[in-house]
C-alpha cells in the first residue's frame, strides 16, 4: 500500500470522490484488520456511527465557543490518524503551504507569529496540536478547524489549512436591571478588580465570567445577596459586533436584623453593638438610651470586619486578651415593613438576616513588667532605655489593652523618626503567665540605621524660587533627617497654598544611600495659578445683592509676596482695597505689610430684614437704624515667629480710620447724639470721628488649609489701644481671643470643627465706645440663623418733641404746640460677647461638601456706664418735666441683656477655585430665641406748660383749677397712653446664600 496519505479531503469532482471512497474502504479493512495493535483503537472503533463515512469529519482539530452558555468544546481527530505514521515513507514529509480561512481584522502576520510550523519545515503533527493550542489560547477567535491535505504536486508536501471565525468584538455593555448601585461604580469596581471587560474589547468569556462574580460581589455590598447574574449577548446586524448584556435580578435587599450575643458577661448587648460600626442600625442617641431609626444593609465582609476589629477590639483593649468571638450563627428571615420606613406610606417585603455571636470572653488580664531591647544582641539602643519606658501608655498593674500598645508603637516611631531612624520597626513580643494573669511585653526594636540629609531638590516649582520653598523647609542640608521636622514642614508649605495639597509621605521621593547613610529628598510640587482674576456676584446677608472684581498674586514673580486688588459694589456696601504682604522682609521671618481700604455701609435695619426673610417685614419706623457709616483708612502691620519650629507669631498692627456717619431717623440720630459718645467727635459725633488704634497680637496657627481645614488647632489673641497718646477721638481698649480647632474622623474622610470666640470692648478717659465699634450679633460670621446684627440689648432713649394739638375753637380748629417726652427704642449693641460653633464637614465630591452645624452665643452690656446721657441733656429734661425725674442711667429692656441665641442646621459648600470664594447656601433651626414685644415707657407732657397755653386761649376747665378744657385733653390723651411697641420676633427658621465661612 502506497505511503501517500489522505485525510478528509473535499473534492468536487466525481473522480475524486470514487478514488476518495475507495481509498476509505481499504484504510477500514486495514484498521479492522490491525485490530488493537494501533493505539487509539478501542477508541475510535467503539462508536462506529459516530465515525462512519457519512460521519467523518472533514477536520483534525476543531475547537468552538458556545455564546451563549459560555462554554468550549474542543474534537481532537488527530490521535486518530497517528498511526499512519509507522510508515517510514512520512519521515519525508513537509509542510508545503500554510493556508488562512476566515481571517477579517486580524493580520496573517499576527498569527503566523502565533503558531511554530514553517513552511518547508518537517511534517509533525504533535507540533500541529501544539500551534491549534496556542491559537485557540489567543482568545481571538470564537471557531478554530484545522484540516490537512496532500500536495497534488510535490510528493510528501502538506497542505495547512487553518479555518477560524473571529471572536466579536463589543461595542457596547448593557445592565439591565440595576437599581442599587450605578454604571460608574459598576466601571469603578471592574477596574480595581482588572476585570478588563470594556467596550471594544474582544468576546472573551473568562472575563465575563469575572465579571459575573464581581457583580454580584458588588451587589452583595448593597444587600442585594441573592441577586443573580445573566450574561447574554445580542448580535449587530452585518457586523462581527455584539451588545453584551447582564441581565440583572436584584432580588430583595437583605437588611441587618437583630443581633444577639451569647456568653457576654463583661459587656452588654448594647456596648458590644455600637462596636459593630457596619452593622450597627442607625440611631438618635438619647442619653442613656438609643432610639433606633433604620437597619443598615447586610454584607458578610462587613460582618466580619466588625467582629475582629469592633467586637474583639473591645474585649482586646480591655484585657480580655484570649477573648474569642466565634463565627455567627446567621438566620434569612422574611420581613414586612413600611416604605422607606416611613408610616402609612405602604408595605413593602423584604429580607432581613438575624445574627446570634457566640463569645468566649476568656480571663482578663493586667499588664506586667516591659523590657525594651535591640533586635540585635550585639548591638544596644541608641536612645536611653528609661526615658522609652516612660513614653510606655501601660504602667504595671494596669488593665491590658491592645489599642495602648498600637499607640506606643506608633509613639515609637515618631520618637525614632526625629533621630533619623527612617527604617526603624518595632515588634511587640507577650508572654502570659496564666496563674498571676498577667502579660509581660518585650519590645524589640530594629533600629536600622541612622541618616543624614545630603540633597533637598525640588520639581514643579516652574514660578517659585527654591528659596521661598527652603525658607519653610525645618531641614537643613548635612542634618538629621527628623521626621517629624519634615510632616511640620509640608504643613508650613500647605499653608502657604502656593501649591496643591501636600502629603508628608507621597509627595517626597527619597532616595537612601546606605553605605554613606544619607538621603536625598526630591519634594514634588504642583503650583496652584499665581494670578487670579475673579468675577463675583449673588447675595449676602449683608451686603444684598452684589457685583464684585478681586485681581489677587498670591505668590508675585515667585517671591512669595501677595499682592491684592478687590472692589465690591452691593446694595448695602461698597468697599475698595489695595493690600500688600511681605512674607519675609530682609531675608528674615518678619511677615509685613499693609492696606488701604474705603469702605461704604449702608444700615436700614427694615429692608436687609426683608432681604434675609425674602419678604417685606413691618418694623415701627420710629425704631429701626437707618444710617450710612462711610469709612477711609490704612493699615500696616509685621509678625515675626517665637521660635522657628513653632507656628506661634508676635504681631503688631497700627491703624488709622476716618468715619462719618449719616443718620436718616430719629433713632439713629438719638443713639449717636443724645448718650455719651457725642464725645467721641465734639457736638454732633457724626463727622470726623478718627481712631488710631495700634494692636498686639499673638497668633498660633496649625490648620491645614487656610479655609477648608480638616486637622489642626489655632488660637489668636489681640489687645488694641485706640486713643490716648496715639492720637484721634475716640478712647477704646478691646480684647479678643479666639480658638479653632478640627480633627479628622472616619478614616479622614470627615472632619469635626469647633470655635470659641469672646470679646470685649471698654471706652476710657471719659469716652465711650461708638455704636458702630459694639457687639452686633447674628448672621453667617457667627449664629447663621438670625439676621445681620439683630443681636443686641435693647434700651430707651428719652428726647423732647413739640407736637402739635389740633382742636375745635370758636367755630374753627385752634392748635397747640405741646412739649412731650418720648422714649425711642434703640439697639445700642453689647460690649462683651461670646460666641461657639460646631461643624462637621463631609467632603462630596471635588470642591462640594456638606457641613451640619450647630451654632450658640450672645451679646450684652456689661458697663452700664456706657448708657449714660448727657448731663446736659437730663437736666433739661428734668426742668421742662420735672414730675418725670428723668436719671442719666439707661435701663435695658428686660430679657434683651445676655439673651442667649441658639442656631442648627445644614449647609452646602463649593470653593470655585476660579473664583476664589467659598458659596454655600445654608438653612438653620433656630430652636432659642427672642420672640416678644418689648414696649417703651410712656410718654409725658408738661402740664404747667399746657395750662398755661389753655389759660391764655381762655380755654380752662371752670370745674378743675389749673386744668385744661376737656375739648383740649381729648388729642392729647393717645399720646400718653399709647406708648412706643416693637415687635422684637425673630424667625423660627431661615434659607440664605452667601460667600463666606463662618470659620
Known sequence: MAARRIVCFVSEMDAKRAFRGRVAVLAIVFFVLAGPTFPGFSTFASNPEEHSRDHKPTYLLHASLNETTLEEKFEDYLGAEAQTQSNPAQAQEFIERID?????????????????????????????????????????????????????????????TWEVKERPVIRRIRYDGIKSISESDILDRFKEKKVGLTVESQFDPTRIKKAEVVLKELLG???????????????????????????????????????????????????????????????????????????K???????????????????????????????????????????????????TKGKAVNMTIPIDEGERYRMGTLKIASSDPDKGLSLKVDALKNVFPLKQGDIFSSAKIRKALADYGKIYGRYGFIDFVPTPETDINEEAKRIDVTMKFEEGKQYYVRR???????????????RELLLDEGALFDKHAWEVS???????????????????????????????????????????????????GLMGGFIGL????????????????????????????????????????????????????????????????????SINPQYIQDYNQNSTGFTMYASYPLKRRVFTRLGLTYGLTRTDITTYNQASNLLFTQLQYQSIAGPSALNG??????????????????????????????????????????????????????????????????????????????????????????????????????????????????????????????SLNVPLLVNTIVFPGGDLEGVGNFEYRIPIAGPVSVTLFADAGTTGIVDKSALRLDSTGVANINSQFPLVNQQ????????????????????????????????????????????????????????????????????????????????????????????????????????????????
Request: hydrophobic share 35%; glycine share 8%.
Open 490 to 540: 509640608i504643613l508650613r508649605l500647605n499653608q502657604l497654598d502656593y501649591f496643591d495639597k501636600l502629603d508628608a509621605d507621597k509627595a517626597v521621593e527619597i532616595k537612601r544611600n546606605t553605605k554613606e547613610g544619607t538621603v536625598d529628598l526630591l519634594l514634588k510640587l504642583k503650583e496652584k495659578g499665581k494670578q487670579s482674576i475673579g468675577l463675583q456676584g449673588g447675595v449676602s
Open 456 to 470: 533637598i531638590d525640588f520639581t514643579g516649582n516652574t514660578t517659585t524660587r527654591d528659596k521661598v520653598i527652603r
Open 100 to 160: 488562512w480561512g476566515g481571517l477579517r481584522r486580524i493580520r496573517r502576520d499576527t498569527v503566523n507569529a502565533r503558531i511554530f510550523s514553517r513552511v518547508n519545515d518537517p511534517y509533525n503533527e504533535e507540533t500541529l496540536r501544539r500551534d491549534f493550542q496556542a491559537l485557540w489560547n489567543t482568545q481571538f477567535f470564537e471557531d478554530v478547524k484545522l484540516r490537512v491535505e496532500d500536495s497534488p504536486d510535490k510528493p510528501g508536501g502538506k497542505i495547512i
Open 888 to 999: 442719666s442711667q439707661l435701663q435695658i429692656a428686660p430679657g434683651t441683656n445676655f439673651h442667649p441665641r441658639v442656631s442648627t442646621g445644614i449647609e452646602f459648600n463649593i470653593n470655585l477655585p476660579i473664583v476664589q470664594a467659598p458659596f454655600r447656601i445654608y438653612w438653620a433651626y433656630n430652636p432659642v430665641r427672642f420672640h416678644q414685644t418689648i414696649g417703651a415707657p410712656y410718654d409725658s407732657i408738661n402740664m404747667n406748660n399746657l395750662y398755661l397755653q389753655c389759660r391764655a386761649l381762655g380755654l380752662t376747665d371752670p370745674l378743675k383749677p389749673n386744668s385744661c378744657d376737656p375739648i383740649i385733653l381729648t388729642p392729647i390723651s393717645p399720646y400718653l397712653v399709647n406708648p412706643g411697641r416693637l415687635n422684637y420676633f425673630e424667625l423660627r427658621s431661615t434659607f440664605r446664600f452667601t460667600v463666606s465661612r463662618t470659620f
Open 689 to 814: 470721628i478718627l481712631a488710631s488704634t495700634i494692636t498686639a497680637t499673638i497668633n498660633h496657627n496649625a490648620l491645614n488649609n487656610p479655609v477648608n481645614a480638616t486637622s489642626g488647632k489655632s488660637y489668636f489673641y489681640s489687645l488694641a489701644f485706640t486713643g490716648g497718646p496715639i492720637g484721634g477721638n475716640v478712647n477704646t481698649i478691646t480684647n479678643t481671643g479666639e480658638y479653632k480647632y478640627f480633627h479628622p474622623i472616619n478614616k479622614r474622610r470627615n472632619a469635626i470643627g469647633v470655635r470659641f470666640l469672646g470679646a470685649f470692648t471698654i471706652g476710657y478717659g471719659g469716652k465711650e465706645v461708638p455704636p458702630y465699634s459694639r457687639f452686633y450679633m447674628g448672621g453667617e460670621n457667627d449664629i447663621r440663623g438670625f439676621d445681620i446684627r439683630g443681636i443686641s440689648p435693647v434700651t430707651y432713649i428719652p428726647s423732647v418733641v413739640d407736637q402739635t394739638i389740633s382742636f375745635p375753637y370758636r367755630g374753627g380748629t385752634g
Open 221 to 295: 455590598e448593597h444587600g442585594r445577596q441573592f441577586a443573580t447574574v445573566t450574561p447574554q449577548y445580542e448580535r449587530i446586524a452585518s457586523s462581527n459586533a455584539v451588545i453584551l448584556v447582564f441581565k440583572i435580578n436584584e432580588g430583595p435587599k437583605v437588611k441587618v436584623g437583630k443581633i444577639l450575643f451569647t456568653g457576654n458577661h463583661a459587656f452588654s448587648n448594647r456596648k458590644l453593638i455600637r462596636s459593630m460600626h457596619n452593622d450597627r442600625p442607625y440611631s438618635v442617641p438619647l442619653y442613656l438610651t438609643e432610639f433606633n431609626v433604620l437597619s
Open 550 to 617: 478681586t485681581y489677587q498674586t498670591n505668590n508675585f514673580l515667585g517671591l512669595g509676596e501677595t499682592l491684592t486688588l478687590s472692589a465690591q459694589v452691593g446694595q448695602y456696601q461698597r468697599t475698595i482695597m489695595f493690600g500688600f504682604t511681605e512674607p519675609y522682609l530682609f531675608d528674615r521671618p518678619i511677615s509685613s505689610g499693609f492696606t488701604v481700604f474705603s469702605s461704604l455701609y449702608k444700615f436700614n435695619e427694615a429692608q436687609q430684614a426683608a432681604l434675609l426673610t425674602g419678604a417685606a417685614v
Open 297 to 347: 444593609t447586610y454584607d458578610h465582609d462587613k460582618l466580619i470586619e466588625d467582629i475582629e476589629v469592633g467586637i474583639h477590639g473591645v474585649y482586646a483593649d480591655n484585657g480580655y486578651f484570649k477573648a474569642l468571638v466565634k463565627d455567627p450563627i446567621l438566620e434569612n428571615i422574611d420581613t414586612e415593613g413600611w416604605r422607606l420606613g416611613i408610616p402609612l406610606t405602604g408595605r
